[in-house]
């Protein structure tokens, strides 16, 4: 059964059990996990006891930043290419800050690496830039995305991928820190 499905079968056995226990009103609204604020809001009007209950989630820079570079996902690689149709690695980076946080990177790799503070590996945080040197300089960078994971864009398209690789792993040359991106979204 998917998430949605059982969150949507949790709120119908939750419904029912407050009607039969008599609620006045319920209202619960669900979010995707890539989207905005999620709220659920309960009022249970017993003669005994007034329940009110409110959760929520804030949508933060990084969840906008990772919605956006998703989306590029299987897009194709054009060198010296800046989306939205095709990328090159530095184009993908710099249209995912700019389209998602409205945060202008430099347009390559190398003046990427050189902008931005530089983080440890064990410092690495989702949102970070990861960068790449097979031998003449930074040549490639990467967002980084989680559990080991980037997405870039390459000669086979914008892919997501570990960059524990043994085809990207030996290159790594640093990670880059652009912004805080736990902070919420505007």
């Known amino acids: 059964m998917s998430k949605k499905a059982s969150q949507l079968l949790i709120g119908v056995l939750t419904f029912v059990l407050m009607l039969t226990a008599g609620v006045a009103s319920s209202q619960t609204v669900f979010a995707d996990d ?104 930074i040549a490639h960078v990467g967002i980084y995305v989680g559990n080991g994971q980037m997405i870039d864009a390459q000669n086979n398209g914008v892919k997501k991928e570990s960059f524990h690789a043994s085809w990207w792993h030996p290159y790594v040359s640093g990670y880059a820190r652009v912004s805080n991106m736990q902070k919420a979204a505007k």
């Open 34 to 137: 890539d989207t905005a604020d999620a709220t659920t809001t309960t009022t249970t009007d017993n003669s005994a006891s007034d329940t009110t209950t409110t959760t929520t989630k804030k949508t933060t820079k990084y969840d906008k930043l990772y919605k956006v570079a998703k989306q590029q996902l299987g897009k194709r690689y054009s060198y010296g290419s800046t989306g939205p149709s095709s990328f090159d690695c530095s184009g993908l980076t710099k249209y995912v800050y700019k389209k998602a946080v409205k945060k202008t990177l430099p347009r390559t790799a190398a003046a990427q690496y050189a902008k931005y503070k530089h983080v440890s590996g064990a410092n690495l945080k989702k949102g970070d830039l990861i960068f790449f040197n097979y031998g003449s300089g």
